[in-house]
């Protein structure tokens, strides 16, 4: 309260020392608690007995399937949002159309929707027994318990990642480039390659790269929809999942080892883009 | 100021030529038909099918699935344990936005950096983590069994997955509407003699109110869907640690379709709702958002 006399532009009085610190210690002790204890739990048990039997766990038919099929499921899915993505954002952004207001608050669907839910209504349109599935089956399209649904669902679960990440970016951009090269004679495609997309690229990976973690890790829509059959049609949680059920925890914390690493990295990816761009902003801004 | 933008007419090129226009107009609609075409495939038909489907099955079988012993005894327990994990991490988040974007001492961007781990780690592994703490032989359970207290298998299990998936909503969402708050009216009531916590409540809570409802509301719908970190703590099929999604779950276990489609119905209603609510802070924390910034660019 000392600091209470001096004039109103000097610095306040701050926060008592041990308010801050009790704010910090607070904020430390419910991350370390909630977050790192449960990380080194995971850590510890997977590599608990040693190297070898990590890899041993790793390397059996089944795991190395099923981490390669969500890998590969994971790099289709966000390839098609990606392009798919961006193209939404684009259109939402830069065009004025009938239902726009009500295309952008769908896109948020996936965020509030429960996955497991998702699950439950792809299967009641793509299941064999019903119309749309029914149709596809006759026609050979295999959808529930086969690898398109894991697609589909993995598509309706990410889709709002790169289009919530690259929209502010072009909402931001200049119009004012585009209508040069447009009005200079530039096509409209040319115009996006060499204008567009050079602006909104960084957030278009960025946005990418968390669609494909999130991909990586998801559960309740698949297990619905994959039918789960080792080696053709179970993806890495999943597996995960079945090892806790049979009570074989290290083959279970091998692979949890596997999926947190790459999470990881692509978060630290996230992040390093992010930083860069906002090192560049500074770095451009003229003042 | 980005509204401004967004208002602005969109065929504002000088038209060159009108041949070219009228290409440029095609290219539009398809666009836009493309994307409205592929939102309505992805996100709007399996809606229908579902409700659809419900209607199909019949209106009686429906409502007698949902209005089953377990149903709503499921439906009571999403809404205890989402209510409560909403609380403990509004609460909880809040203290940690404010240190993350106020304060700075070694090891904050550790701190940081665990905010984001649950969005990284599969709920599966989040569910498995917390059996490796408190499951037989786990790290806490020697300290769990002597205060009595069961954690996996049982309610407490649910509740701190259901904390552990929802941590970084709050605090992804405050930190940033909390480092580019007013700070010149905090420093004033300060001046004036407010206590800290005065001036919390007074200064700081109301400048930030939307961007924390929107981040409570994203933390809550997030917590009424989660599945995979609590089927694996809940151990399963025992009814009294069924939340709703476990419901769902065991029904589709169990061929039930028709309770797991009411269920479902039930969930997207609910979720649908959680959504407007969502959308509707999320315009106004932006609205908030884009007022303030043009303040302090203005200054």
């Avoid at chain 1, 726009?100 to 948020?108: A, C, E, H, T």
Wanted: with cysteine; glycine share 8%; charged share 15%.
């Amino acid at each position: 309260m000392k600091s209470a006399t001096t004039t109103i532009n000097a610095a306040p009085p701050r926060v008592l020392p041990w308010g801050r610190w009790g704010l910090r210690a607070t904020a430390a002790l419910y991350l370390g608690v909630m977050i790192a204890l449960p990380l080194a739990a995971i850590i510890a048990n997977g590599l608990h007995d040693g190297l070898r039997a990590f890899w041993n766990d790793l390397s059996s038919p089944a795991a190395f399937a099923a981490l390669k099929l969500t890998i590969t499921m994971a790099i289709i899915v966000t390839l098609i949002n990606a392009v798919m993505g961006t193209l939404t954002a684009y259109v939402i952004v830069r065009y004025r159309f009938y239902g726009r207001g009500l295309l952008n608050g769908l896109i948020d669907m996936p965020f509030a929707i429960p996955t497991l839910v998702t699950g439950v209504m792809l299967a009641a349109l793509y299941g064999p027994q019903r119309t749309l599935g029914a149709w596809l089956k006759a026609h050979g399209i295999e959808v529930i318990f086969a690898t398109p649904g894991i697609v589909l669902a993995l598509l309706v679960i990410t889709y709002p990642f790169i289009i919530r990440a690259v929209q502010p970016v072009l909402i931001e951009a200049e119009r004012s480039e585009e209508e040069a090269a447009y009005t200079i004679g530039a096509s409209k495609w040319t115009t996006f390659l060499r204008v567009v997309f050079p602006t909104i690229a960084p957030a278009v990976v960025s946005g990418s790269l968390l669609c494909f973690a999130r991909a990586l890790g998801e559960f309740g829509s698949i297990v619905v929809v994959a039918g789960n059959i080792p080696g053709r049609t179970l993806t890495a949680p999943v597996y995960v999942y079945g090892q806790i059920e049979s009570h074989n925890e290290r083959a279970a914390s091998a692979m949890s080892l596997v999926l947190l690493a790459l999470s990881f990295a692509l978060i630290v990816g996230v992040e390093w883009l992010q930083s860069r761009k906002r090192r560049g902003n500074v770095a451009s801004d003229p003042e | 100021m980005s509204q401004a933008i967004l208002n602005e007419p969109v065929a504002t090129s000088r038209t060159p030529s009108r041949k070219r226009a009228v290409g440029a107009r095609l290219v539009e609609w398809a666009l836009i038909a493309i994307v409205l075409l592929y939102a309505a495939g992805l996100l709007v038909a399996p809606l229908v099918a579902i409700v659809y489907g419900a209607l199909v099955e019949g209106g009686g079988a429906f409502v007698r699935q949902i209005t089953s012993a377990d149903a709503l005894s499921a439906l009571k327990l999403t809404l205890i344990m989402a209510v409560g994990a909403t609380l403990i991490n509004t609460l909880f988040g809040l203290c940690i936005a404010w240190v993350l974007a106020r304060d700075d001492f070694w090891g904050k961007r550790v701190l940081n950096g665990l905010v984001d781990m649950p969005f990284a780690v599969s709920p599966v592994i989040a569910g498995f983590m917390l059996i490796l703490l408190f499951g037989r032989n786990g790290w806490l359970t020697a300290l769990t069994d002597a205060l009595g207290i069961k954690v996996v298998f049982a309610l407490p299990g649910i509740l701190i997955a259901t904390i552990f998936i929802s941590i970084p909503f709050v605090i992804r969402e405050v930190v940033p509407v909390l480092s580019q708050a007013n700070r010149d009216q905090e420093n004033a009531a300060r001046t004036m003699g407010a206590s800290p916590w005065q001036t919390f409540r007074h200064v700081t809570l109301p400048a930030i109110r939307w961007g924390l409802l929107y981040g409570v509301s994203l933390t809550f719908a997030r917590a009424v869907g989660e599945i995979g970190a609590v089927l694996v703590v809940s151990g399963g099929v025992s009814r009294l640690t069924e939340t709703a999604t476990l419901f769902i779950f065991r029904s589709l276990d169990d061929r039930n379709t028709v309770g797991a489609n009411a269920m479902a119905v039930v969930l997207a209603v609910v979720s649908f709702m959680i959504l407007m609510v969502i959308e509707f802070f999320k315009r106004r924390a932006e609205k908030n958002y884009s007022a303030n910034v043009t303040a302090s660019t203005l200054e």
